[in-house]
């Protein structure tokens, strides 16, 4: 089992910045991929970004240009850097550790989740 703890959330107003961040309990294997997921009020959890152990990171398209995921892997750590943030930014955010074991079998970790709600 492997326990993920986020940091960081908060209340900002627009146009300000957050820095998420996610501590793995284990150390980051090189199949792990890490990522973080928000899900708004009525919506469902929708995947921010993800970034294998190489460092190849992915971002939806809100986000582009706006967040910035990173990981150190010597403190098994992912983080979240979001800047200009708009108030439909506001969710609760959810760190994510998945991949595929030696026998091929998938493995998915989540976070307790951490609110951030960004304020007009």
């Known amino acids: 089992q492997v326990q993920l703890v986020e940091s960081g959330g908060g209340l900002v107003q627009a146009g300000g910045s957050l820095r998420l961040s996610c501590a793995a309990s284990?150390?980051?294997?090189?199949?792990?991929?890490m990522g973080w997921y928000r899900q708004a009020p009525g919506k469902q959890r929708e995947k921010v970004a993800d970034?294998?152990?190489?460092?190849?990171?992915n971002y939806a398209d809100s986000v582009k240009g706006r967040f910035t995921i990173s990981r150190d892997n010597a403190k098994n750590t992912v983080y979240l850097q979001m800047n200009s943030l708009k108030p439909e930014d506001t969710a609760v955010y959810y760190c994510?550790?998945?991949?595929?074991?030696?026998?091929?079998?998938?493995?998915?970790?989540w976070g307790q989740g951490t609110q951030v709600t960004v304020s007009s």
């Open positions: 994510n550790l998945d991949g595929l074991d030696y026998s091929g079998k998938y493995y998915v970790y």
């Open positions: 970034i294998t152990s190489g460092g190849s990171a």
């Open positions: 284990r150390s980051i294997f090189s199949n792990d991929v």
